[in-house]
């Protein structure tokens, strides 16, 4: 299983990838996946691309076929490809490719999709994407290309706890692949509150943490333009094993996408380096983008922390602040 994260620049939400091992070959068999329930899931796709054997010119509709089922805590929505034709030996004879999707055992939406290959042992794609924040199910797919077919509400499965990819015969699973876009808000919370984060801040004695405030900047505007005046908080993370890892939280000062950043969420993330003083440096934008190759932070006489963008031409400057 190989997994990937990487920011959307569309949607502006992280999101994390997972390729499950292929080529698999289903016989009358299924391949069950779990999926991410929590909270900071907003969207969720299932990718399969597979070829189905046994569906060649017959009449009516091939005893071959396949589909993906989603699994609720106390419901199902089944989605299924079959092939044939429709009327077979007949001048006017064509070929069918049905889609038919069932909630539990009521069929809710059934039509002859056109972009579907025919032919045994020629792949196809069934893609579902599951928008759980308007509670909808995209039903979309194809032989060369990917093509929408539906949108369904989707209402008790707005969260299912598995999809199954199941074959009525033999299936040749060329891929199969999960991703899932996570809410900003969710996906970059550090867990501090702010009063904690007060606290734990008064009681340190080392000299990176604490409180930075915005100082200055250089910068130029064809290449970037800063987010906000940010005051930023410096905290050393708790969960890393390599002493010096730092998070970087947003506490205020955001003019761009301001009511996305919530104090004490993730803005970044500092790691040492084998020179005093100097840091790699993570950096998550104002309108969620990740960066994280090509710049660096300093901090200099332990009250000026400066982060570094060359590529994008931009310097920005924090002055530490006194804890009162």
């Given at each position: 299983?190989?997994?990937?994260?990487?920011?959307?620049?569309?949607?502006?939400?992280l999101?994390?990838r997972?390729?499950?091992?292929?080529?698999?070959?289903?016989?009358?068999?299924?391949?069950?996946?779990?999926?991410?329930?929590?909270?900071a899931?907003r969207?969720?796709?299932v990718?399969v691309?597979?070829?189905?054997?046994?569906?060649?010119?017959?009449?009516g509709?091939?005893?071959?076929?396949?589909g993906?089922?989603?699994?609720g805590?106390?419901?199902?929505?089944?989605?299924?490809?079959?092939?044939g034709n429709?009327?077979?030996g007949?001048?006017?004879?064509?070929r069918?490719?049905?889609l038919?999707?069932?909630?539990?055992?009521?069929?809710?939406?059934e039509?002859?999709?056109?972009?579907?290959?025919?032919?045994?042992?020629?792949y196809?794609t069934l893609?579902l994407?599951?928008?759980?924040?308007?509670?909808?199910l995209?039903i979309?797919?194809?032989g060369?290309?990917v093509?929408?077919?539906?949108?369904?509400?989707?209402?008790?499965?707005?969260?299912?706890?598995?999809?199954?990819?199941?074959?009525?015969?033999?299936?040749?699973?060329?891929?199969?692949?999960?991703?899932?876009?996570?809410?900003?808000?969710?996906?970059?919370?550090?867990g501090?509150?702010?009063?904690a984060?007060m606290?734990?801040?008064?009681a340190?004695t080392?000299?990176?943490?604490?409180?930075?405030?915005y100082?200055?900047?250089?910068?130029?505007?064809?290449?970037?333009?800063?987010?906000?005046?940010?005051l930023?908080?410096?905290?050393?993370?708790?969960?890393?094993?390599?002493?010096?890892?730092?998070?970087?939280?947003?506490?205020?000062?955001?003019?761009?996408?301001?009511d996305?950043?919530?104090?004490?969420m993730?803005?970044?993330?500092?790691?040492?380096?084998?020179?005093l003083?100097?840091?790699?440096?993570e950096?998550?934008d104002?309108?969620?983008e990740?960066?994280?190759r090509?710049?660096?932070?300093?901090?200099?006489?332990r009250?000026?922390?400066?982060?570094?963008?060359?590529?994008?031409?931009t310097t920005?400057?924090?002055?530490?602040?006194?804890?009162?």
């Amino acid at each position: 299983m190989i997994s990937t994260r990487s920011v959307s620049a569309q949607s502006r939400t992280l999101t994390e990838r997972v390729y499950f091992p292929s080529p698999v070959e289903l016989r009358d068999s299924s391949i069950t996946v779990p999926l991410d329930t929590s909270a900071a899931v907003r969207n969720c796709r299932v990718d399969v691309r597979g070829a189905m054997s046994g569906i060649g010119e017959r009449p009516g509709l091939a005893r071959a076929y396949w589909g993906l089922k989603l699994i609720g805590p106390s419901d199902t929505m089944t989605v299924t490809l079959r092939h044939g034709n429709s009327s077979f030996g007949d001048i006017l004879d064509r070929r069918v490719n049905m889609l038919t999707v069932a909630r539990g055992k009521d069929v809710i939406f059934e039509k002859d999709i056109a972009a579907f290959e025919s032919s045994s042992g020629v792949y196809n794609t069934l893609r579902l994407d599951l928008d759980r924040q308007n509670g909808e199910l995209n039903i979309s797919g194809g032989g060369k290309s990917v093509t929408d077919i539906c949108a369904l509400p989707v209402g008790r499965l707005a969260i299912p706890s598995a999809v199954t990819v199941w074959s009525q015969g033999v299936l040749d699973v060329a891929s199969l692949s999960l991703e899932i876009s996570l809410s900003p808000e969710q996906a970059l919370a550090s867990g501090w509150t702010q009063e904690a984060l007060m606290d734990h801040l008064r009681a340190s004695t080392d000299p990176v943490e604490g409180y930075w405030q915005y100082l200055d900047r250089e910068n130029d505007p064809r290449y970037a333009r800063p987010g906000g005046r940010y005051l930023l908080a410096v905290v050393r993370n708790p969960d890393s094993d390599v002493d010096g890892n730092y998070d970087i939280l947003y506490v205020d000062g955001a003019e761009t996408w301001r009511d996305r950043w919530h104090p004490m969420m993730i803005k970044g993330r500092l790691r040492p380096t084998i020179f005093l003083d100097h840091y790699d440096l993570e950096w998550t934008d104002a309108v969620f983008e990740t960066i994280d190759r090509d710049i660096h932070a300093t901090i200099t006489d332990r009250s000026i922390l400066t982060l570094s963008f060359p590529l994008l031409k931009t310097t920005m400057r924090f002055s530490r602040m006194p804890m009162k």
